[in-house]
Structure formats: C-alpha cells, structure tokens
C-alpha cells in the first residue's frame, strides 16, 4: 500500500508527492508500498504513516534506487519500520525524514529500521533524520556512511536536537548533491536543506506584448 503507487517492479518515479495518510498491513509506505526494483528520486510523501512490518514514510521496503527524496510524515508500524524506509536491501542518497517513528520492534530506525544490502557496492549515504531514535534500528548486512541522526552508530554522526534546526548544518550534509527545488514552499518551517540563491540576471530582456512572428 502506498500513498502514490503500491508495488513497483521498474521504470522510475521522478518529481512526484503524495500528501494523505496511508494506512495498510505489510509493505506501507508514503509514497511507494514495495519498490522491488527501479528508481525514486526528487520525490517526496507528507502524509502519516500507519502498517503492521516494512512500513516507512517514503518507501515500506526497497529494493531500487532511493535519492533526492524525503518524507515529513509520522510513521507507525511493529517491525521493519522506518522514518524514510521500513526495510532496505538497495542504495539510499541524498535524502531525509522528519516525522516521528512509534514502534515496540527492534528492527525500528528513525530513517531505516533494516539494512539489508546484499550487494558491497551499494550503501546509504548522505543522509539525515530529524527523530529521537536511532538512524537505523539493525544494520544486518551492507554499508551505512556520511549519515546524520540522534544518536552515533556506526556511520552515522549523532547530534543535539538544535543542531537539525541550522539549515546550514543540513546543506552541508546534502550539499550540491540535493536539489532544493523538490521543497514544496509550505514546508519552510521543517528542517531542511537552506534553498540555493536565486540566479544571476542574464541580461537578456523581454518586451511584453511583442509580436511573436506568427501570422494573425
């Protein structure tokens, strides 16, 4: 069950969101249900979370490409239970959550509550939740690094409450990496990357109201 698609077997998922509650069993995610394949990027689900195991606020369980991405919802689940990912078995970049995670597992994460990477080149990195627990809840097998949360763990930084609410802090963490553009305005009070500078003036001007050379 997912707020935009519940199982995806390929293809992509690209500048897409989903905004309402979701409530389903297994698989119950925000955005996606079960990616068992193919890619999520620029991508976001705002919307509470509620399932029973593989629950998460972007994705229930995944097995694709994750990046770019974020989730602001609540998430509430028993096991393989995630703020942005319930359970994980691919690469996660450059993406983050802000909700809170309800749990009585173990395999309970503030970003993912299991990694499961069967493959050494594929890791989560670059990535960061706002929730008081920890980053993962059991790093079964594969690599986690660069990734920021409430607590150390191994590849992950833990840090103070406070340090989540400097969007500098975060920019640094996403870097050039995440495109600000993906942030709805209405999400300005949540942390987040700092939104880039606005461009340069180019110096070419428009006259309003010039003929546009088609034939009237």
């Known amino acids: 069950t997912g707020g935009l698609v519940g199982f995806q077997n390929s293809g992509s998922i690209t500048n897409s969101s989903a905004s309402g509650s979701v409530t389903g069993t ?23 979370v509620e399932g029973t195991n593989y629950v998460g606020g972007i994705v229930g369980a995944n097995g694709g490409t994750l990046s770019n991405s974020y989730s602001t919802g609540n998430v509430k689940g028993n096991e393989q239970v995630g703020g ?20 009585e597992g173990t395999k309970v994460g503030g970003f993912v509550g299991e990694n499961y990477i069967y493959s050494t080149s594929k890791s989560i990195s670059n990535c960061y939740t706002t929730s008081d627990k920890d ?20 590849g992950v930084t833990g840090h103070e409450p406070e340090w989540f609410q400097d969007g500098n802090n975060l920019q640094e963490v996403l870097g050039d990496k995440f495109d600000c553009s ?24 428009f006259q309003i109201g010039a003929n546009s050379g088609a034939d009237n």
């Open 26 to 48: 297994e698989h119950t995610g925000g955005l996606v249900g079960y990616q068992q394949s193919g890619s999520i990027t620029q991508s976001y689900a705002t919307g509470n």
């Open 84 to 103: 942005a990912v319930g359970s994980n078995y691919s690469t996660i970049q450059n993406s983050y959550s802000t909700g809170e995670v309800t749990s």
């Open 135 to 154: 980053f993962y809840g059991v790093n079964t097998k594969g690599t986690i690094k660069d990734c920021h949360g409430a607590n150390d763990q191994t």
């Open 182 to 205: 993906v942030i709805p305005p209405d999400l300005v009070d949540n942390p987040r990357p700092v939104p880039p500078p606005p461009p340069e003036p180019t110096g070419i001007t």
